[in-house]
């Protein structure tokens, strides 16, 4: 489950990344679908990452989480990544 998410959580970040290295895919688009669009991506990849915090909580209980430093990494590359609102463009 965690490793679906995490995977559902890079597929977004793959995609709004994309905005910004290919503008022309929101180029036609109003301020308020550009403004929409970037919401409801960050939205998602916050909800997943919310998903996989809880998941690793209830592990942390039961047993140690080999996951632990692979999504540990995941968290700190996201973090690392420039944030740009596409509605800038």
């Given at each position: 489950?965690?490793?679906?998410?995490?995977?559902?959580?890079?597929?977004?970040?793959i995609?709004?990344?994309?905005?910004?290295?290919?503008?022309?895919?929101?180029?036609?688009?109003?301020?308020?679908?550009?403004?929409?669009?970037?919401?409801?991506?960050?939205?998602?990849?916050?909800?997943?990452?919310?998903?996989?915090?809880?998941?690793?909580?209830?592990?942390?209980?039961?047993?140690?989480?080999?996951?632990?430093?692979?999504?540990?990494?995941m968290?700190?590359?996201?973090?690392?990544?420039?944030?740009?609102?596409?509605?800038?463009?």
């Open positions: 489950m965690k490793e679906q998410l995490a995977g559902e959580v890079g597929e977004l970040k995609e709004l990344a994309s905005f910004r290295s290919h503008p022309e895919k929101i180029k036609y688009l109003s301020e308020k679908e550009k403004s929409d669009l970037y919401e409801k991506h960050l939205g998602a990849i916050s909800e997943k990452m919310d998903q996989i915090q809880l998941i690793k909580d209830f592990l942390s209980t039961q047993e140690s989480d080999p996951f632990e430093d692979a999504e540990n990494d968290r700190d590359k996201w973090n690392k990544i420039e944030k740009v609102d596409p509605r800038s463009n």
